[in-house]
């Protein structure tokens, strides 16, 4: 008797964690036609496949260089247009392992973002990152490592700017600019080298979220002020 039930209790633990991958496969499934649908009405291509070149093509962000065995996939590829300028636009999720060792095991995590970068039609444009404050940042700021503030000290308590070129700075964070981004939930914003990467903090997006990050960054870029777009415009001509 005891030896059924122990049988018993291992099926019921074998159908559990079958029935657990059948839901995940087809919840994955879902999502992953919900990506290619959205990619489908913006005109964008759309590949679920593993593409180990998304870190290639954006070198100059620390997130696409973390830990190993990197490669994006649900790669969705196409153009924006923002305030009559066409922005190129890659989207999609991302993966890479960690592996850390205490000498007597080895653990390696997995971990998965969702990103949307967009390759701004102004190449020489200074490097900026707009963020959520943290703690840490608060301490650094205690230490003197302080970011730029603003005239909205309300802005400047929740967001962490930074930019080797404050006049830069001040023209993209305008009062306009600071009213959306305190009135929005914005990921964390890094241009750098012509582009800018918008992710979330190891966290994958639903399509619906894919969706309101370009809506997101459609209105960052519209905000832009148009003598910066112009002067920026100048500057590579």
């Not at 633990?13 to 995940?24: C, D, E, H, N, Q």
């Not at 100059?60 to 922005?87: C, E, P, V």
Request: charge should be neutral.
């Amino acid at each position: 008797m005891e030896i059924f039930l122990i049988i018993v209790g291992v099926l019921v633990v074998l159908a559990a964690i079958i029935a657990g991958a059948m839901y995940a496969a087809k919840k994955e499934r879902e999502r992953r036609e919900a990506l290619a649908a959205l990619a489908a009405k913006l005109g964008w291509s759309f590949s679920p496949a593993s593409d180990s070149s998304i870190e290639s093509l954006f070198p100059q962000f620390q997130a696409f260089r973390q830990g190993h065995s990197r490669s994006g996939y649900n790669t969705m590829r196409g153009a924006l247009a923002i305030d009559g300028r066409t922005f190129s636009a890659v989207a999609g999720d991302y993966t890479y392992k960690v592996t850390t060792s205490n000498g007597k095991t080895t653990t390696t995590t997995t971990y998965n973002f969702s990103y949307l970068v967009l390759a701004a039609p102004f190449p020489n444009l200074p490097d900026l990152s707009v963020r959520r404050e943290n703690f840490m940042d608060k301490i650094a700021g205690a230490l003197g490592f302080d970011d730029i503030d603003f005239e909205s000290a309300e802005f400047s308590r929740k967001f962490h700017v930074k930019s080797a070129d404050r006049k830069f700075a001040f023209a993209v964070i305008h009062p306009l600019m600071i009213e959306f981004l305190l009135a929005s939930d914005p990921p964390p914003i890094d241009l750098r080298a012509g582009k800018v990467c918008f992710r979330g903090n190891n966290t994958r997006w639903s399509a619906e979220q894919f969706g309101k990050h370009l809506e997101f960054a459609s209105k960052f870029f519209d905000l832009w002020p148009d003598y910066l777009q112009e002067d920026l415009q100048s500057r590579q001509t």
